[in-house]
């Protein structure tokens, strides 16, 4: 009997059950004898200088080993390039206990290492240290006229810079029948994810580490690492098979994991550095962005001009950037327009990836703005985008891969019931609530890097699978292992992958939506070569029926290389290996994207999504009732890990338009609410009615595996179809994130 194919079966996570059992360990759960804990202490202030740092009262804690601060610290590579990884924006890293100099508030400037967490933290706590102030703004409002153009960097392919202008936008829009023009903030967000970041580093002695830590990323921390500390890559091994959450938090290597190491060499121990909840707001975060839109369109709702400029904050030594004003053009072929994108040098810490970043800031303004030029051209928004649906990418002058979007649109609204929507705002209502629905567009670009896998076939007929690939909570596992079953025709329960390690063959970071495509082209990649391996030993053995066989010519299932003109002639996967004298059958490939055929296309997952929204006529308080997306995303390797992925976006959707948000009082330089008592997130009772759809869509350019990611996708559209839905309900405009009851009253 022939296996079924694991691609595009709802399969349950490989390692749901040691999840929620609590038998996955995760960085700061392994144990040696002899472990010491690390405590980092922060500064105080925003700017300025140490001028005293007292460490000796804490020493004198019985238990505590050492204290270490920029004074004693071990000597560390002197070049800033050395500090760089996968993700560094243009400019200078952050160096821990680099010197004296207080960049940001909540900058670590110390590590008390003892033999007990309690110990560790106590003797922090009594560290004395006086500073010298300077002077410091953290307000990006209060600094717009320092914008200046960023340094984009070498990652252009992943960040491009603002399209250029096209027609004469000016005019266009001065000329245009009917005309929006409008502003959108939202303030600074953090990652908060569920685990804390969390490094164990075990000195294994002459200067050899494993290093158990929380990263989207082992190899990213392994040259860090490496390149910080002057260690040779194969001393450093980062291990990392279980991440709980990052959203891209663990993009680049974090300061705990600095200090780890740091400690470790120094003591010539093994040492465990946790931050404390406080401390997961100490390093990257969302930034602040203030938008501002201006389109037109003629009486028949076609768009003639598009104006999107952002300006963003970023820290005074990295030019962090982010794709914002890109995306409308990508959408909406007007013939006039004007991208700007600019950044300001505030006294805080460089911004970090944060799940779908810039997308989920960028669309947040124009969507709400094809919502206000919708209503001022009295037509439902949903026909407006249809008007203006386009197969091409007209800010590249190039078609798209594949473009389901217009399915999405309709699928998407047939099954939520958008034409039950009555198009005056406040029109509808539910008892005392006010009821109101919204639509919006979502994309989000779609990405290859290169990566090697490793393929392994064993004595028993089974397939061992090894990537140096986190999975930091998404199903990475899961699917990996699925797309290896079906390159060999073998059931799941015949694989094992193996990952999260960075001896194992390369991988880049996890994120932005493109590990699928990645790591999962690699792996088919090894498939192709293990299968014409096995053949050709199968080829080689005596009286062989595949001597003159081709590739071609067989199939590979059930364990077994079969003849396709003649299933009855065929021969195991273990009858291969033992003709091998018992040695298993490898291979290791590297997937490198085919840039010369991807250049000529534009490659992205399109997404619509549906809203309901009540609202308290009286109290303004805001219910997301009912919502749902509509995706379209190529080939769904695992529908059900898939779906998930967007119920967490869509969750995350609900949190950003309403609830999240990091206070910041600009008079202190410092986050006021670094605890999740006061940085709100949505709970149980928040959640309602989600769905999720995914239309067909095949593409047989972007990739072999024919798939988009996914983890990015859910948290575009829907925040500004919350927006739009609240104005269907109320006729009230607000376009700052997040949306507080108090504006509704």
Request: aromatic share 8%.
């Amino acid at each position: 009997m022939s296996v079924i194919p694991a691609i595009g079966q709802p399969v349950s996570r490989l390692e749901g059950d040691l999840k929620v059992t609590g038998a996955a360990k995760y960085a700061g759960d392994y144990h040696v004898s002899g472990l010491l804990y690390g405590y980092v202490f922060n500064s105080a202030i925003t700017k300025g200088k140490i001028t005293t740092i007292s460490t000796e009262k804490a020493k004198a804690v019985p238990g505590v080993i050492e204290v270490f601060t920029h004074e004693n610290r071990p000597s560390l590579a002197w070049f800033n390039q050395m500090y760089a990884d996968m993700d560094a924006p243009p400019g200078a890293p952050f160096r821990p206990l680099y010197d004296g100099e207080i960049k940001y508030n909540g900058q670590p400037i110390g590590l008390v290492v003892a033999e007990t967490f309690e110990l560790a933290r106590y003797a922090a706590s009594i560290v004395e240290i006086s500073y010298e102030l300077e002077s410091f703004t953290t307000n990006l409002e209060h600094n717009l006229v320092d914008a200046h153009t960023p340094a984009f960097g070498m990652a252009t392919m992943l960040k491009p810079p603002p399209p250029k202008p096209t027609g004469d936008f000016e005019t266009a829009f001065a000329g245009s029948f009917a005309q929006v023009e409008a502003a959108y903030t939202h303030g600074t967000e953090h990652h908060n994810p569920m685990e804390l970041f969390a490094t164990t580093t075990i000195y294994e002695g002459d200067g050899k580490l494993t290093i158990y830590d929380k990263t989207q990323g082992t190899v990213n921390s392994q040259l860090y690492v490496g390149n910080v500390f002057g260690l040779s890559y194969k001393d450093v091994r980062v291990i990392s098979p279980y991440v709980g959450g990052a959203f891209g938090s663990g993009l680049r290597p974090q300061y705990q994991l600095f200090m780890s190491v740091m400690a470790a060499l120094a003591l010539k121990r093994s040492v465990r550095v946790t931050l404390d909840r406080s401390q997961m707001f100490t390093f990257g975060h969302r930034p602040p962005t203030i938008q501002n839109t201006r389109f037109g369109a003629d009486e028949n709702g076609k768009l003639t001009a598009m104006n999107h400029s952002a300006i963003a904050e970023t820290s005074r030594f990295e030019d962090y950037t982010e794709v914002v004003v890109n995306w409308a053009h990508m959408l909406y072929p007007a013939p006039n327009t004007l991208m700007e994108y600019s950044l300001v040098n505030l006294d805080v810490y460089s911004p970090l990836d944060m799940r779908a970043p810039g997308g989920s800031t960028g669309l947040h303004a124009i969507e709400s703005t094809m919502d206000e030029l919708a209503y001022k051209l009295n037509m439902d928004p949903l026909q407006l985008r249809l008007i203006n649906y386009s197969e091409r990418d007209e800010s590249l002058d190039r078609p798209y891969s594949s473009k389901e979007l217009r399915q999405c649109f309709l699928q998407g609204a047939e099954k939520f019931g958008w034409a039950n929507r009555t198009p005056q705002p406040g029109s509808m209502r539910r008892g005392n609530k006010l009821v109101g629905y919204g639509m919006a567009t979502g994309i989000w670009e779609a990405n290859q890097l290169p990566a090697r896998a490793e393929l392994i076939m064993t004595m028993e007929g089974k397939l061992h699978v090894n990537s140096a690939v986190t999975d930091i909570g998404t199903g990475t596992m899961t699917i990996m292992a699925q797309i290896a079953a079906d390159e060999l025709g073998l059931s799941l329960e015949d694989v094992v992958f193996s990952y999260g390690d960075s001896k194992k063959p390369f991988a880049p970071i996890q994120g932005g939506s493109f590990t699928t495509s990645t790591v999962g082209s690699a792996i088919k990649a090894a498939g192709k070569a293990l299968r014409k391996k096995l053949l050709r030993k199968a080829a080689s053995m005596d009286n062989s029926a595949f001597k003159a066989v081709s590739i071609d010519d067989v199939v590979f299932d059930n364990g077994k290389v079969v003849l396709r003109d003649d299933p009855a002639v065929s021969i195991s996967f273990t009858e291969i290996i033992a003709a091998n004298k018992g040695k298993v059958i490898k291979t290791t490939n590297l997937a490198v994207p085919n840039v010369f055929k991807l250049k000529k296309y534009s490659r992205a997952a399109h997404c619509a999504a549906f809203v309901e929204v009540e609202i308290d006529q009286e109290l303004g308080v805001i219910n997301v009732t009912r919502s749902l997306t509509a995706v379209a995303a190529g080939r769904i390797i695992n529908p059900k890990t898939a779906r998930s992925q967007i119920l967490g976006g869509m969750v995350w959707s609900i949190s950003k338009a309403l609830r999240e948000e990091t206070i910041v009082d600009h008079g202190l330089g410092k986050y006021m609410n670094q605890n999740l008592s006061e940085y709100h997130i949505p709970v149980h009772a928040d959640i309602h009615e989600m769905d999720v759809i995914f239309v067909e869509e095949k593409d047989t350019i972007i990739n072999e595996l024919g798939a988009k990611g996914v983890g990015e996708i859910g948290l575009v559209a829907m925040p500004p179809a919350i927006a739009n839905a609240i104005f269907h309900a109320t006729g009230k405009r607000i376009n700052q994130f997040p949306i507080h009851f108090d504006s509704l009253l």
